[in-house]
């Protein structure tokens, strides 16, 4: 079941979908283990998602996506 959209957290819902290899994938543009940093870019990292370009072996499910939307929407909590 997806998290409640007020209660998702970078800790717990965010930062557990990417994987070790997504995140040496992406270091030379963010560092998705880290949540400053993902915050930071989330604007891009959203868009990136939606288009399926990331991670690099195939799109995340839409509803992976809806939770990352909603974070930011939601105001990004750690």
């Known amino acids: 079941m997806p998290p409640?959209?007020?209660s998702?957290?970078?800790?717990t819902d965010i930062r557990p979908k990417f994987r070790d290899?997504?995140?040496k994938?992406?270091?030379?543009?963010?560092?998705l283990s880290s949540y400053d940093?993902?915050?930071?870019?989330?604007?891009?990292?959203?868009?990136?998602?939606a288009a399926?370009?990331?991670p690099?072996?195939?799109a995340w499910p839409a509803a992976d996506v809806d939770t990352f939307r909603q974070w930011?929407?939601?105001?990004?909590?750690?």
Do not use: K
């Open 4 to 6: 409640s959209t007020s």
């Open 8 to 11: 998702i957290s970078f800790a």
């Open 21 to 23: 290899r997504d995140i």
């Open 25 to 31: 994938s992406m270091a030379g543009h963010f560092d």
């Open 37 to 49: 940093d993902v915050r930071e870019h989330a604007d891009s990292i959203l868009e990136r998602l």
């Open 52 to 54: 399926g370009e990331m």
């Open 56 to 58: 690099c072996d195939g």
């Open 72 to 78: 930011v929407t939601n105001g990004m909590q750690p």
